[in-house]
């Protein structure tokens, strides 16, 4: 209770009001699935899928002729994926928007790609048939500063991104959809 000041005769009193903080909330943290080794192949449904080669480079020629150099503060990183259908039906390709580069707190798409002399992932077309293999480069464009053992390249086959929120800190992955994870170096 508060008290003012008043006249000998007029004391009046003020009751406080008590306001509550509102309480935090516990985010869990989910922990990256163990990560493969490049070239370690993880099966899917009846999908394999292998990411065994990477190369960085600051510059490239498309397949149209043309010259790419990285945007400022970016270099970039190529990953190698090799698909084979173990299955007996045809399956979907998985669109490239289901793999991501996770470099700190940050997760990272591919973009356009189509090197000269290499086969860009976005050609393989839509389905896989019963024992066919496919393989193809993905493009990331990732920080200047980052090395090979700071990234992890994940496939999500159900879902295009690994965080709820972009870029999500703690990697929040869905736990009902698959994840793959590889190391970028062995």
Known sequence: MLSACSTASQASVTPATVTSSPQPTVTAIKVLPTPSAP?????????????DQLEINEVYLTDYSSTRIPPA?????????RLKN???????????????????ATELKPTY?????YTDYTTLGPVIFPDQELDGWIRFDIPTTAELS???FVFLPESVQVGTSYPSPNYPYADDKPTYVWKCVR
Do not use: N
């Not at 503060?73 to 994926?81: A, C, D, E, M, T």
């Open 39 to 51: 070239g370690d192949s993880i099966i899917w449904d009846t999908l394999k899928v292998a990411m």
């Open 73 to 81: 503060g970016s270099k970039f990183l190529w990953v190698h994926i």
């Open 86 to 104: 173990a299955g007996q039906i045809e399956m979907d390709v998985p669109v490239s928007e289901h793999f991501s580069i996770l470099y700190a």
């Open 113 to 117: 790609g189509h090197r000269a002399g």
């Open 150 to 152: 700071d990234l992890r």
